[in-house]
């Protein structure tokens, strides 16, 4: 057991392949340099958890043995995260941490992830455990799902943990495979927009698990396992239009991620995912229903100020959208942004340029 130390989360955005995730499917996620700071001693007295936020006004949590249902708000996830340890036969023993950052929670940016991965990290160093990248991410998504109540699947904790600086990582979700993908961004003279709608997430949670209820039926109709298994040419037999355009969001996404990793393996122009990122956008905003006017706008605004591509990140209804442009062009992008928003009467936008970073670890 060592004294304690500091370790850091990123957050995350998906390039192409949101909602696959939960069926079984390939998604493109990158890391983000914007991260949670999580700093942690190990309590040799007791098993209790004492943790604070410089994020979160009020007490600090202070929790003996966290069981779910016991604590809400921002403290269910560290409190979550020792519970899912202890769940499974882990001896993670008290621990006093204080988490900070610069990462904006509620954006759609894995913010709940990286404060789940850094607390896991640090438990297994501090803790000595000896658990991999794989053990952690399903460790921290247990906590989200099984203590914090959120039906979340895998992507954005293993985004999270594998993250490699200039590359997206290609996840396959069933088998847990993830490599990076080389994103030559800066030598062809282009960059990734983010941009923050600070749209409030509606309905996101109920929503989130009505399409998951939907993709479930969707599978059982077509007799698979998940969506991941279903083509194209079998959609036609599903009778319900609602369940055949969500399947049918799910098989072509996954199309696009193939072809987005394609295209970057073999060292073409990333120019050339601009229309796949659009099109998983209009099928988001279409056949999955997952998209609001805020995140409309600005891929809308952002594609007629030049952007090569653009799509919605995150769960929908709500967060960040993301924009492929030139990096020239990435003034005259945010420009039209804030022009579209204001004319529509929206709050203002917070964009920034994503810059593709390493994942979790230790800083000290």
Avoid: K
Avoid at 96 to 103: I, N, P, V
Avoid at 236 to 247: F, K, N, P
Wanted: glycine share 12%; aromatic share 4%; proline share 6%.
């Amino acid at each position: 057991m060592t004294l304690g130390g500091v370790w850091c989360a990123p957050g995350r955005v998906n390039l192409i392949g949101e909602h696959t995730d939960y069926n079984d499917g390939f998604v493109l996620p990158l890391a983000l340099a914007q991260r949670v700071l999580c700093t942690a001693v190990p309590r040799r007295s007791d098993r209790r958890l004492v943790a604070t936020s410089a994020q979160a006004v009020g007490s600090p949590l202070d929790v003996l043995d966290p069981a779910p249902g016991s604590v809400d708000g921002w403290g269910a996830y560290p409190a979550g995260v020792l519970w899912a340890l202890r769940a499974a036969g882990h001896d993670a023993g008290g621990l006093m941490l204080a988490l900070d950052g610069d990462l904006p929670p509620g954006a759609g940016l894995s913010s709940s992830a990286a404060v789940c991965c850094a607390v896991a990290l640090a438990c297994n160093d501090l803790f000595g455990l000896g658990l991999d990248r794989v053990a952690l991410a399903r460790l921290a998504q247990r906590a989200e799902n099984d203590f914090v109540g959120a039906p979340v699947g895998i992507m954005d904790q293993m985004a999270v943990l594998h993250g490699l600086a200039g590359h997206a990582i290609f996840l396959d979700t069933r088998s847990l495979a993830v490599r990076p993908v080389p994103l030559r961004l800066a030598e062809h003279g282009l960059a990734i927009l983010v941009i923050d709608t600070r749209a409030p997430h509606r309905l996101v949670s109920s929503e989130y698990a009505a399409r998951r209820r939907d993709c479930e039926r969707a599978a059982a109709a077509l007799g698979v396992a998940a969506l991941r298994d279903a083509t194209a040419s079998r959609l036609g037999g599903l009778r319900d239009g609602v369940l055949r355009r969500r399947a049918g969001h799910v098989v072509t996404e996954n199309a696009r991620v193939l072809d987005v990793v394609g295209l970057l393996d073999a060292g073409r122009d990333p120019r050339e995912i601009g229309p796949a990122l659009t099109a998983s956008h209009e099928s988001l905003r279409d056949d999955f229903e997952v998209s609001c006017p805020e995140l409309d706008t600005a891929v809308d605004a952002a594609l007629a100020a030049g952007a090569h591509g653009a799509r919605m990140t995150g769960g929908g209804f709500g967060g960040c959208a993301i924009a492929l442009v030139d990096q020239p062009a990435v003034p005259a992008v945010v420009g039209a942004v804030r022009a579209a928003f204001a004319a529509r009467g929206f709050g203002e936008p917070a964009p920034f340029v994503a810059v593709p970073s390493d994942g979790a670890r230790r800083l000290l």
